[in-house]
């Protein structure tokens, strides 16, 4: 099996702690089925001050994405960041700006492909009646989330375990504020496998059909909120879709400029 360094492209993922990727096994498949000189490899640092270590060590790495927990506080070591990343304030995609020349590293980009994989997959079941949304968090993707909807003309209202500013929690729910909000976004980590016994303390029973319930986590397949969302009707969806619509902007991302035009 080649070296990491002896492909043209590395690209990979940074995360602590890194279990089964989806990322890693969609890449590497996607370069074997495409026959592109490139790898994909998870990159499990402890802290994030290591990223610089994992730049120094492969020359040839030139995009990453960034998973928990390292989505906020890999920002300072950045040069950059596109306009949504800096309104969200939580990056998962870094591109690698080199010298046509040199191939030095001259600049780290930072990108948020949450929020437009996210508006891609939630755009087209959107209904007359889905014009407000309850978003459960308020981490990043929570942030994503919202960017994306406000985008779409979806106001959000937040929704948090703990009392802050403008966010409700969850006690607070009426049937009457359900009743307003037809969309509701499970942006938060309850329910993710192996924890697909717990799931988040909403009001389930002020849910009908006209509900969309969208869950961001996509293993389970089905989890516990959306399972007690079908019991009252609601629409539901996992986070498959905008998983895999993720992969492919972060590709974009890496191989396109700025100008939309291959590197």
Not at 34 to 47: K, S, T
Not at 56 to 68: F, I, K, Q
Request: charged letters at 25%; a negative charge; one cysteine or more.
């Amino acid at each position: 099996m080649k070296s990491p360094l002896a492909y043209k492209n590395l690209y990979g993922l940074i995360g602590y702690p890194l279990g089964h990727s989806f990322s890693r096994d969609y890449f590497n498949h996607k370069f074997i089925a495409e026959d592109i000189d490139a790898q994909y490899i998870n990159f499990e640092i402890e802290d994030i001050g290591q990223l610089m270590e994992v730049i120094a060590e492969y020359p040839n790495l030139n995009g990453l994405n960034v998973t928990a927990p390292y989505k906020e506080v890999v920002i300072p070591m950045l040069d950059e960041m596109d306009d949504d990343a800096r309104e969200i304030g939580a990056v998962n995609v870094i591109r690698f700006i080199r010298d046509e020349k040199t191939h030095e590293l001259t600049k780290l980009k930072g990108y948020n492909s949450d929020a437009v994989a996210f508006g891609k997959s939630i755009e087209p079941l959107l209904t007359p009646a889905r014009t407000s949304a309850m978003v459960l968090g308020t981490g990043g993707a929570s942030k994503a989330v919202c960017n994306a909807l406000r985008k779409l003309g979806v106001h959000t209202q937040l929704v948090s375990r703990r009392k802050s500013g403008n966010t409700l929690v969850y006690e607070e729910i009426t049937r009457a504020m359900v009743a307003a909000h037809k969309i509701v976004v499970n942006a938060t980590p309850l329910g993710k496998y192996p924890d697909d016994n717990l799931c988040p303390d909403f009001p389930y029973r002020f849910l009908s059909k006209e509900h969309l319930c969208y869950d961001l986590i996509y293993n389970p397949e089905e989890t516990l909120f959306m399972k007690n969302s079908a019991q009252y009707g609601a629409e539901t969806k996992n986070g498959l879709e905008m998983l895999l619509l993720q992969a492919f902007v972060s590709y974009e991302i890496w191989t396109k400029g700025d100008d939309g035009k291959l590197k």
